[in-house]
């Protein structure tokens, strides 16, 4: 069975100061921890070659194999940065 706790001499108005106080305790630690996510940056095939110093042809070679993953949107071609790393890093053999 659950828990009873019973309030003797104990206002509503009391009661609600404490709940209040206790919730605005929780807030304030969890606001301490939060960490907000970052945005999305998205790089074209000019922004991706330079970042990691590679021709257009080298490029064009890691999107065949499967290496990059584009993506497109109204004819344009971007990448995710955070999707480059991840897959440049999963692409390389752990010895």
């Not at 106080?21 to 945005?39: C, H, M, S, T, Y």
């Not at 497109?72 to 790393?85: A, D, L, Q």
């Amino acid at each position: 069975m659950g828990n009873i706790t019973q309030l003797h001499e104990t206002t509503p108005e009391e009661l609600t100061d404490i709940i209040l106080k206790g919730v605005d305790a929780r807030i304030d630690e969890l606001k301490k921890n939060f960490q907000p996510k970052e945005p999305e940056e998205f790089l074209t095939r000019q922004e991706v070659c330079k970042l990691l110093s590679i021709s257009f042809g080298t490029l064009h070679q890691w999107v065949k194999k499967g290496i990059l993953e584009p993506l497109t949107k109204g004819g344009r071609v971007y990448y995710s940065r955070k999707k480059i790393i991840e897959d440049l890093y999963n692409s390389n053999p752990k010895k």
